[in-house]
């Protein structure tokens, strides 16, 4: 798109229109009815609440609106509620205004930040706010999405810039914001400036919707068929998805052209997942699949395909409707129903539309489809009908069937009823924690005045006002007596002033809120002890957020475990089941860092609204000697690898953030180099998106961007520190599988290398007439029980076992090819003898 040069200290409304629109006509755009009254608005000063639907344009919008506000010498910011949309809007608003006007904060790092456009989630915005109130930098804000206001977990961050920033012009979006005259009118109220609403614009490509009992197969085939692909079909399970892609496979979706050129451009993407082996298989028949779970690199796959026109139909979930940029033409909903985190429940008239508004193209497409698919009971019953015909006995004998247990009723009425609702009115969701009292009290002035008014001037019920004063109150008595804040009455000013007795950090509650606590936590660790490395990672890994799928995997398998031990034991059923109820997943020091918060909250009482979370994803991996395949197989991940991914990626940056470097030992830094290179070479794509956060390039942003294939990650050996520690887990899981004598899992790792089970068992058997046990502990794994010469092609390798008496006598000899390991990304070892030394 073309550069959009800002007017140097122009306001007049006219002139920052006509130049605006100019621009657009000059990129080929033509500006809606509806965009060119948003505009006209800004331009004027008037505050925005844009509530049109998806494919109007409001991006387009939102530009005008940085272009008014750079013109005029004013600071704008951008909010979106996920990193991925503030980093994708970056690099969109970069190529449009230049790289010197355009900045980033994301908690993780800031890129630019005195820049006159900054680009941040909405979490950082609000705190902004809390901190310097009035003050902050700020003169124009555009918050994108503007729906999540109501989101019970986040909605405080999309109110708390309304209440506090009185000077700022703001710009409301979203496709569902429904009833917005409360909102507007206190907005105007608080800013004495006008609140303009742009709603209720037909959309440029009309959607039709329908209403369908034919089985799902059929109805996917019509709309292929009659030209309505590509088409999305809804799910609200992860898992469903991918059955229906899986069921689809029969459907001729895509031509034998179509098919070639599919394999053509993905010939050189790498698969490296069992699940990216079902997905490679899927794409080549013209069915994407897309959720929240997928890695990355996989997702973004889905959708380049899509829009190349490629993929003609999509099974995924209602993710889809966050800011997901996969073009199509219709939306099949499988159901109207939704389970939200507490019951399954209908869907309400703002998720439907979120959706459903997906359909339809502008530019390509001249009408969009929505249909819902019947449910399967009704589908069936009416197949029944209708091969009954119009013979009475044959109607007579039908057993209709039965909705399934638990089913929430829907059908055509509700289907009908959505279609014609309105989205509900937004709620407020305002909140009161520790954090957001400190933020305050740092700003200065008159803290007391400034809590107050946060507390009792905002969008809640009165009845909700008192539960946040009493909340409030509790949480400033708290930080009292811990000594955090302190008060003394001001004689000259007639109040009581109120102070903080600590210095904050400067990025304080933007990101990883625990981490000062783990900082105080390394200190108790003993740098000598064996498990020295892996504990501090267990610290760090208990201040991240939870991968629930990781943990229900552990606690499964750590539950199994748990029974036939019981079992072996001869304990009643009654009991087992009792017991069982005690086993959750793995939680190392659990003990000690529960202690340890306790003792730092007296102290530090705001880290009370972050709960700590001990467990064990990075370690259990570490200690398992898996792989990223193979832990996401042990555990049954593979609709969740995505998940696993994300937060090893998180783990990795957190250890290189937060962990001192005097504290990394070279174990340490060992473990988070094979940390970072795993996670490299499963999908780079997160590291990268971290590494261009840092340092964006924007010339390479675009030679990739558009990609189908992403840049393979450097060659594996490169980085020989984390090499090291590829090579030295390929040799201890051989030794753990040999400490438990499974020479049947040790025969399917070794086969080829002419090491089959009877191999190992016979070279075992040598072992075992000298030795009791095989050790597999800490000391098993130590760099000093592995000797490795590393040549130019080839590494040679001994991994010493750990016996009892410390003789240290036998071992496995290896050797590692270095080509080899590139090309498959992991360490080649081909196993060459099993003796003593």
């Not at 900045?103 to 901190?131: F, H, K, Q, Y």
């Not at 072996?568 to 020091?589: A, C, F, H, N, V």
């Not at 070279?666 to 261009?692: A, C, N, P, T, Y």
Request: proline share 5%.
């Amino acid at each position: 798109m073309a550069t959009l040069t800002a007017l140097p200290h122009v306001t007049d409304p006219d002139q920052l229109f006509e130049a605006f629109e100019s621009w657009a006509s000059d990129a080929g755009l033509r500006l809606y009815p509806a965009q060119e009254e948003a505009v006209i608005e800004i331009v004027s000063g008037a505050h925005l609440i844009l509530s049109t639907p998806t494919g109007t344009g409001k991006s387009l919008v939102a530009v005008g609106a940085h272009f008014a506000a750079l013109s005029a010498g004013k600071r704008s910011f951008y909010t979106a509620p996920i990193k991925a949309l503030v980093s994708e809007k970056f690099f969109a608003l970069v190529e449009i205004f230049g790289a010197e006007n355009v900045g980033m904060m994301t908690g993780d790092s800031s890129v630019n930040s005195d820049a006159p456009i900054i680009c941040c989630t909405a979490e950082i915005l609000a705190n902004l706010a809390l901190r310097n109130g009035e003050d902050t930098p700020v003169d124009q804000v555009v918050m994108d999405e503007f729906h999540f206001y109501s989101d019970p977990d986040r909605g405080w961050a999309w109110q708390v810039p309304l209440l506090l920033l009185p000077r700022v012009q703001f710009i409301l979006m979203s496709a569902t914001l429904g009833d917005v005259t409360d909102i507007a009118a206190d907005l105007s109220r608080r800013t004495n400036r006008d609140t303009a609403v742009v709603t209720g614009v037909e959309r440029p490509v009309p959607l039709h919707y329908f209403y369908e009992t034919t089985p799902v197969h059929e109805t996917v085939e019509d709309l292929l068929k009659t030209g309505q692909a590509p088409v999305y079909i809804v799910h609200f399970a992860q898992a469903a998805a991918l059955e229906r892609a899986q069921a689809l496979s029969s459907v001729k979706v895509v031509t034998k052209e179509q098919k070639e050129a599919i394999a053509e451009l993905i010939g050189e993407f790498r698969f490296t997942t069992s699940f990216g082996k079902t997905l490679s298989r899927l794409i080549r028949m013209g069915i994407g699949v897309h959720h929240a779970g997928m890695l990355p690199k996989y997702r973004r796959l889905v959708e380049q395909l899509a829009q190349r026109g490629l993929l003609r139909v999509i099974c995924g979930t209602d993710t889809l409707g966050v800011g997901i940029n996969v073009p199509i033409r219709s939306v099949l909903f499988t159901a109207l129903t939704k389970y939200d985190g507490v019951k399954m429940r209908q869907l309400n008239a703002r998720e439907f539309h979120q959706i459903a508004g997906r359909a339809g193209r502008a530019g390509f497409d001249t009408a969009g489809t929505v249909m819902i698919q019947a449910p399967d009971h009704e589908t069936e019953n009416l197949k029944a009908i209708q091969k009954a015909g119009d013979d009475p006995k044959k109607k007579r004998k039908i057993i209709r069937k039965r909705a399934p247990e638990g089913f929430v009723s829907w059908g055509e009425p509700s289907f009908r009823r959505l279609v014609d609702a309105e989205p509900e009115t937004l709620t407020s969701s305002m909140q009161m924690t520790s954090a957001m009292l400190i933020n305050v009290i740092a700003r200065g002035g008159d803290a007391f005045a400034n809590v107050y008014s946060l507390v009792f001037d905002n969008h809640e019920p009165w009845k909700r006002q008192l539960a946040h004063a009493r909340r409030a109150l509790g949480i400033y008595k708290t930080l009292r007596a811990a000594g955090i804040v302190e008060q003394h009455f001001d004689e000259l000013n007639d109040r009581v002033d109120i102070r903080l007795t600590v210095d904050l950090q400067a990025n304080f509650a933007l990101n990883q809120p625990l981490s000062p606590f783990a900082l105080a936590a390394f200190d108790l660790l003993d740098i000598e002890a064996p498990t020295y490395a892996l504990d501090m990672i267990s610290v760090l890994e208990s201040t991240l957020d939870d991968p629930r799928p990781v943990l229900m995997g552990q606690q499964f398998a750590a539950r199994g475990e748990a029974v036939n031990a019981m079992k072996s034991e001869g304990i009643e059923y009654d009991q087992r089941m009792e017991l069982l109820e005690e086993i959750t997943w793995p939680k190392p020091l659990d003990e000690l860092l529960s202690y340890a918060f306790e003792t730092y909250k007296q102290s530090q009482p705001w880290i009370a609204d972050f709960p700590l979370r001990p467990k064990t994803v990075v370690r259990d991996m570490y200690e398992r000697a898996m792989s990223f395949g193979e832990f996401v197989a042990y555990y049954k991940l593979a609709r969740s690898e995505g998940v696993v991914l994300r937060y090893l990626s998180d783990a990795y940056r957190a250890a290189r953030q937060t962990i001192p470097d005097e504290a990394k030992t070279e174990d340490l830094l060992d473990l988070i180099e094979w940390l970072g290179e795993l996670v490299r070479q499963v999908d780079s794509s997160l590291l990268d998106e971290w590494e261009e956060l840092i340092h964006p390039d924007l010339a390479a942003h675009e030679s990739t961007a558009n990609a189908v294939v992403p840049p393979a990650p450097h060659r594996l050996t490169t980085n020989t520190r984390a090499f090291r520690i590829l090579v030295r887990n390929e040799l201890f899981r051989r030794v753990q599988l040999a400490a438990l004598e499974n020479y049947d899992a040790l025969g399917d790792l070794d086969r080829d290398s002419g090491f089959g089970a009877d191999a190992w068992a016979d070279a075992m058997d040598g072992y075992y007439a000298e030795h009791d046990e095989l050790l597999a502990g800490a000391n098993a794994r130590g760099a000093g029980l592995l000797i490795l010469d590393e040549g130019a092609t080839v590494w040679t390798a001994r991994q010493i076992f750990d016996d009892p008496a410390g003789d240290h006598d036998w071992g496995i000899s290896a050797t590692i090819d270095l080509a080899e390991s590139d090309e498959a990304g992991f360490a080649v070892l081909q196993v060459t003898g099993i003796n003593r030394l």
